[in-house]
T-cell receptor, first 112, second 111 residues
């Protein structure tokens, strides 16, 4: 157990639907990062939150949004889902850039 | 040209071999370098982390960074079947905290 908890582990949903992925960071970590992993693109950075504030944005679609709550857990919301959104979504947390990232076990999203 | 290039493999070796995994990068702003191991359908696991040129050793693993050539390596000594996984290099630019990953190299160690 890495200390980063992601739920659910698997999600199957239809095109056009909306889903929410949840992440609880490692105890004491203030930064949460969301990554998408697909076979052809590898691990792509989506968005970072630090202590409740958005800190950096990567290749995140407008249909996707995220937030970090006062207890530091984070949610990634994916809406108007398309077949191409099927991927593994990972959350990672860290104390700072000297700390490295700790990844959760991911949520496998399948859009049918 | 991608910022971080990594041969996808697969790289197949017999048990006990020394394995060399490599990445090249194009942006000299990258200052922190990491290697992650990812087993199938699992989250990446941090193996090695370095921020200076030279070698860093941890058990059977050695990470090497050559900033002048923009080239990093991970060596695995006495490879085991349990080392079979995808190895991802990752980097952070100075002044930032987000990781940029290579696509990963799949390693297969046969008994």
């Amino acid at each position: 157990d890495s200390g980063v908890t992601q739920t659910p582990k698997h999600l199957i949903t239809a095109t056009g639907q909306r889903v929410t992925l949840r992440c609880s960071p490692r105890s004491g970590d203030l930064s949460v990062y969301w990554y998408q992993q697909s076979l052809d693109q590898g691990l792509q950075f989506l968005i970072q939150y630090y202590n409740g504030e958005e800190r950096a944005k990567g290749n995140i679609l407008e249909r996707f949004s995220a937030q970090q709550f006062p207890d530091l857990h984070s949610e990634l919301n994916l809406s108007s889902l398309e077949l191409g959104d099927s991927a593994l979504y990972f959350c990672a947390s860290s104390l700072g850039p000297d700390d490295g990232y700790t990844f959760g076990s991911g949520t496998r999203l399948t859009v049918v | 040209q991608k910022e971080v290039e990594q041969d996808p493999g697969p790289l197949s070796v017999p048990e006990g071999a020394i394995v060399s995994l490599n990445c090249t990068y194009s942006n000299s702003a990258f200052q922190y370098f990491m290697w992650y191991r990812q087993y199938s359908r699992k989250g990446p696991e941090l193996l090695m982390y370095t921020y200076s040129s030279g070698n860093k050793e941890d058990g059977r693993f050695t990470a090497q960074v050559d900033k002048s050539s923009k080239y990093i390596s991970l060596f695995i000594r006495d490879s085991q079947p349990s080392d079979s996984a995808t190895y991802l290099c990752a980097m952070i630019r100075s002044g930032y905290s987000t990781l940029t990953f290579g696509k990963g190299t799949m390693l297969l160690v046969s008994p």
